[in-house]
């Protein structure tokens, strides 16, 4: 069964950047049916996609964050990574990173990590 | 403010039946096929249904999709506590080139 897992700092200072790794298992990051995704979901809100990969590093970013956000791909590690910066309070949130089917659907996610931005 | 609309709130007693309605335009649902999120406190969203109508394997027959021009709805019958949970539609959006959620729907079991 394939399973993703974040990891990163749980708390950044306004300003900095915030950094995540998804590694999965399970399955190989390096098939070409698949993306790779970011979503993030702030305390008691909805949720908001963040950005794609694929294997090749092919990148599609939401318009409202792409000029802070870079997402990147390490097949040899069978990991994905988030970088967002300059960020703010309003970037507090639960980040997940999940699988995006035929760039359709997202069919496996992670647990998610909290990230809170915070001097 | 999300460009699909979904209502903040549904409720129902156990048995029952519930509908959850996802509304956008022609360059989201009108175009695209619509998926389904179940989010339970404290867990990460669940894919309940995808292209419109689909479940996949382990989603019980009880959750159904359907979409019509450019809504979206979900019908969940013979309602279970465990249903209680956010609800979530998506659909690719022309204006993001990419995926784009509702707002949620908390299913509240009476």
């Known amino acids: 069964q394939l399973q993703l897992q974040e990891s990163g700092p749980g708390v950044v200072k306004p300003s900095e950047t915030l950094s995540l790794t998804c590694t999965v298992s399970?399955?190989?990051?390096?098939?070409?049916?698949?993306?790779w995704a970011w979503i993030r979901q702030p305390p008691g809100k909805g949720l908001e996609w963040i950005g794609s990969i694929n294997y090749s590093g092919s990148t599609y970013y939401n318009p409202s964050l792409k000029s802070r956000v870079t997402i990147s791909v390490e097949t040899s590690k069978n990991q994905f990574s988030l970088k967002l910066s300059s960020v703010t309070a309003a970037d507090t949130a639960v980040f997940y990173c999940?699988?995006?089917?035929?760039?359709?659907?997202?069919?496996?996610w992670g647990q998610g990590s909290l990230v809170t931005v915070s001097s | 403010q999300s460009v699909l609309t979904q209502p903040p709130s549904a409720s129902g007693t156990p048995g029952q039946r519930v509908t959850i309605s996802c509304s956008g335009s022609?360059?989201?649902?009108?175009?695209?096929?619509v998926n389904w999120y179940q989010q339970v406190p404290g867990a990460a969203p669940k894919l309940l249904i995808y292209?419109?109508?689909q479940r996949p394997s382990g989603v019980p027959d009880r959750f159904f999709g359907s979409k019509s021009g450019t809504s979206a709805s979900l019908a969940i019958s013979g309602l279970r506590s465990e249903d209680e949970a956010d609800y979530y539609c998506a659909a690719w959006a022309d204006s993001l080139s990419g995926p784009v959620f509702g707002g949620g729907t908390k299913l509240t079991v009476l």
């Open positions: 292209r419109n109508n």
């Open positions: 999940a699988r995006l089917r035929f760039f359709e659907w997202f069919d496996f």
């Open positions: 399970g399955g190989s990051i390096s098939s070409s049916s698949f993306y």
């Open positions: 022609s360059s989201n649902i009108g175009t695209y096929y």
